[in-house]
């Protein structure tokens, strides 16, 4: 017997983040992918550790939410809408809840730190792969399985990190209004930044590119340039505001 972790950054679209704060029984993302060592294994469980909203002070995201494990991952609808369920689901492993009372010590109710943390013990969930070999894994000796998240709260990611700089060429540098909310205490190294919103010459959910320092409140430089021209008025989001760590016991 032993055990081992598993990161899991799901997915949620900068349109998403930005559209409003989500709603208890709204799709907080969609299925996101990952993989164990063949065989299956028992999920005893769950971390998640989750990004504040993108506000001064800033505000923490301590609400609970439902996690459902799948094995196909066939897409569950739209993202920050109620009623997500459009099609026949058959393929479910099982859920994990994570309440509100999850999230503890300096991250609990009472805080407010940049990143709230939840814990989940206890789980007793077996996860096994499909005798259709439909979620081999694309790593040799691993088999693919999927997780969806549903928001129980007034989760809220939304942001005021507005470019303030627009740029005539790519560039590594983002600079922002510094008025509404700071760099250091949204973004960390390896964040991926995506557009929360659409302004002439930029679309939404177009990726500028991975983290690589946060200079001051306000600048931050990416690992190349940006793969796309700076635009004053867009806002910015990490990708990734969700990270879960699955504890798995093989």
Not at 36 to 42: D, E, L, N, Q
Not at 159 to 166: E, P
Not at 178 to 197: H, S, Y
Request: some cysteine; charged content about 15%.
């Amino acid at each position: 017997m032993g055990y081992f972790t598993v990161e899991v950054k799901p997915l949620v679209p900068a349109s998403t983040q930005h559209a409003a704060a989500f709603t208890a029984g709204d799709l907080l993302f969609d299925w996101f992918g990952f993989e164990i060592p063949r065989g299956g294994a028992k999920l005893v469980g769950v971390t998640a550790l989750v990004r504040p909203k993108g506000d001064a002070g800033p505000t923490p995201n301590n609400f609970g939410f439902d996690l459902i494990f799948g094995k196909v991952g066939t897409s569950l609808g739209t993202g920050n809408a109620v009623g997500f369920l459009v099609t026949p689901q058959e393929d479910i492993l099982g859920s994990v809840n994570i309440a509100t009372s999850n999230f503890t010590g300096p991250d609990s109710a009472v805080s407010t730190s940049c990143t709230s943390v939840a814990s989940v013990s206890g789980v007793d969930m077996v996860i096994s792969p499909d005798v259709t070999a439909l979620n081999t894994g694309a790593n040799v000796g691993y088999d693919k399985f999927y997780v969806a998240g549903i928001a129980n709260g007034a989760i809220d990611l939304t942001s005021a990190i507005n470019i303030i700089a627009a740029d005539t060429a790519v560039d590594p540098t983002i600079t922002v209004d510094g008025t509404g909310a700071n760099l250091v205490e949204q973004f960390r190294v390896g964040d991926v930044i995506q557009l929360g919103n659409a302004v002439t010459g930029a679309a939404a959910d177009v990726v500028m590119g991975t983290v690589a320092s946060i200079t001051s409140a306000t600048a931050l430089e990416l690992t190349a340039n940006s793969a796309n021209v700076s635009k004053d008025g867009s806002i910015i989001y990490n990708q990734n505001p969700i990270k879960l760590l699955l504890h798995f016991e093989k």
